[in-house]
């Protein structure tokens, strides 16, 4: 049976931060919203499609450390795109875990940023190419892997 990647959930402490960070760097639509009562949440989606959905069900920040998630990564269509981001991050006062775009690893063309949302799950928006004009941070493994 062939399978694709369906939308991606993620536990959020604060809805409404998350929503605006989210749909901020990612350009991504509201199309639905539970913002009051016991059970929050929203879906964020591009063209109608859902992408990503926020629910307010947890405490704490992310736990690099436990077993699970590593990070996200989200295909921009060109490294052009990519470097737009880092100016809209930067206005959104994401952490970037190393200083502007870079490669996926030493000699690698693909690369991107790496960064956190408010609740500090780690994420990363590259292209395929183009990220090959600054040195790879990570020597001896993959860039995305070790941040």
């Known amino acids: ?73 989200f295909e921009a269509p060109d490294i052009d795109a990519v470097h737009r981001a880092e100016a809209v991050l930067k206005e959104a006062g994401a952490e970037l875990f190393y200083e502007g775009v870079v490669p996926h690893g030493e000699g690698a063309s693909s690369g991107g940023l790496f960064f956190t949302d408010p609740d500090g799950t780690r994420l990363e928006i590259y292209a395929p190419s183009g990220a090959d004009t600054a040195p790879a941070p990570t020597q001896g493994a993959p860039t995305c892997g070790f941040f």
Do not use: C
């Not at 859902?50 to 436990?66: K, P």
């Open 1 to 73: 049976m062939p399978l694709k990647t369906g939308h991606i959930g993620l536990n959020v402490t604060e809805l409404g931060r998350s929503v605006a960070f989210y749909r901020k760097v990612f350009e991504l639509d509201l199309l639905g919203e539970q913002a009051e009562g016991e059970h929050r949440y929203a879906f964020l989606g591009q063209d109608g499609g859902l992408v990503l959905t926020l629910w307010q069900q947890s405490e704490g920040g992310f736990d690099a450390a436990r077993p699970g998630l590593h990070h996200l990564s």
